[in-house]
């Protein structure tokens, strides 16, 4: 049975995600439905004289087959981390939109990579609550530079965008972000939905650099409850910080890592990136498998002071947050330390964390004696 949401399924004065606004119980059905409305739309590319991967579908990118070539697209929005920007900068006088963009940025180009392509281009939505929002120009700038940053980062050309004055529709002084990517598999070999992931292959999980930019509602819903909010001393870091500049560090972006791994002759049988619904996005192929853990990441300090006070157990906490590990790679036994080594020479640690089995679709994390069942992560047919 899935896990619940409701404050009664969790200890005591904890918090929790449903809570906060955001019950995948009741948003995830939807994504279902949308995803059985979409597949017969795939017929209209016969016409073009393309058609669909049919198997990218309900993966984190959608794949057509252009002949020599695959194409890949995604659209992904930040989501509420940007409110946790506007609140720090009224406290400190800081804009903290250059990561704010990279965050925006990570959240489409990270799931692109999933299926194993090359970003080529984004496309930048900013949806502000009125033309105003525009006038802070230390933060406009912040955000324009920021997302050119990212871009040169990840080699990916920008190609346009939308900015939109939302008045009515997106709150006055808030700004709704979100950006479009489009990419290249080439050649088709680099493909990675999983076609080939079988029993005996490793799990190798790359670092994340905190919280990313998923589960920030929560993460909002304890800052109201801390006696200096934002500006809470971030306890368990090893270096100084507030909660609130912990929660800011922009997330990772992993196609340096994609790329150095292919360049590798690395063999990418599938991969994740770890975003809502935590460490069950392991579990998002269809098949009948079972992923065991058995050597966990150390936890990064905000996430481990965000499941002290919110008094979160290790179930609710990997269910929902990526708890030290952004992204992960499932590789040939035999390839798996040097995928681990060629990520760590590229600069973001990575460790060969555990292995694909023989049995039912169901994640097995050993050092916590957690196991999360297959029908605990409906996002696809």
């Not at 009948?288 to 002290?308: C, G, M, S």
């Not at 020479?345 to 069942?373: H, N, Q």
């Amino acid at each position: 049975m899935a896990a619940s949401n409701s404050p009664a399924a969790h200890p005591a004065g904890a918090l929790s995600y449903g809570a906060s606004g955001v019950d995948y119980a009741r948003i995830d059905p939807l994504k279902l439905d949308a995803q059985r409305a979409a597949l017969a739309t795939g017929a209209h590319l016969d016409r073009h004289g393309f058609s669909e991967v049919a198997s990218s579908r309900g993966e984190s990118a959608y794949v057509v087959d252009v002949g020599p070539f695959y194409l890949a697209s995604i659209v992904e929005c930040l989501g509420s981390k940007a409110l946790v920007a506007d609140a720090m900068a009224a406290l400190t006088g800081k804009s903290a939109y250059a990561g704010i963009a990279q965050d925006t940025i990570a959240m489409a180009v990270n799931d692109l990579v999933t299926v194993g392509a090359t970003p080529l281009v984004v496309q930048a939505y900013w949806a502000a609550g009125g033309s105003d929002w525009f006038n802070d120009a230390e933060r406009a700038e912040a955000l324009v530079a920021g997302w050119k940053r990212a871009c040169d980062q990840c080699g990916i050309s920008w190609g346009g965008g939308e900015t939109p004055a939302l008045a009515g529709i997106v709150e006055g002084g808030r700004i709704d972000l979100a950006a479009a990517c489009t990419g290249i598999v080439s050649p088709k070999t680099r493909l990675s939905l999983g076609d080939h992931l079988a029993p005996g292959d490793a799990i190798v999980l790359l670092a994340s650099s905190g919280i990313h930019a998923n589960g920030l509602s929560l993460a909002r819903q304890l800052a109201e409850r801390l006696p200096r909010g934002y500006l809470t001393p971030l306890t368990e870091s090893a270096v100084p910080t507030s909660f609130g500049a912990a929660l800011l560090e922009p997330t990772v972006l992993y196609p340096p890592i994609t790329e150095a791994l292919y360049r590798a002759g690395i063999r990418v049988r599938y991969a994740v990136n770890i975003t809502g619904h935590g460490w069950r996005k392991l579990m998002r192929h269809p098949a009948e498998l079972t992923y065991r853990i058995r050597q966990l990441p150390d936890v990064p300090a905000v996430l481990a002071f965000i499941q002290n006070e919110a008094r979160l157990d290790a179930r609710t906490a990997y269910g929902t947050f990526n708890m030290g590990a952004g992204f992960a790679v499932f590789v040939p036994a035999e390839d798996a330390e040097r995928a681990a080594a060629v990520a760590r020479k590229a600069g973001v640690d990575a460790w060969v964390a555990g292995s694909v089995e023989a049995g039912p679709r169901r994640l097995v994390i050993e050092p916590l004696d957690l196991e999360y069942g297959g029908d605990e992560l409906g996002v696809r047919l």
